[in-house]
């Protein structure tokens, strides 16, 4: 599970991975903030200043997300 907090981005096709893997739902959300604390320290902001580090998250394209397929005509 520490592999999926460190890659730079993760594909979960189909499956309701809170209901089916909780700890790997835990993973992927630990690396969308992993990514965070990187911008933010790029930008010079202290990882414990805990509102800024989220509000950089916040504004960023979130590498997780529910996708679904397009339904056609």
Do not use: H, Y
Not at 7 to 13: R, S
Not at 30 to 50: C, G, H, M, T
């Amino acid at each position: 599970m520490q592999q999926v907090e460190q890659c730079d981005a993760a594909l979960v096709i189909g499956e309701d991975i809170a209901a089916t893997a909780p700890r790997l739902a835990l993973s992927l959300r630990q690396l969308v903030r992993n990514r965070s604390f990187a911008l933010a320290a790029e930008q010079k902001i202290a990882p414990w200043q805990d509102a800024a580090v989220r509000g950089i998250g916040q504004s960023l394209r979130s590498p997780s997300g529910n996708w679904c397929p397009a339904t056609m005509p």
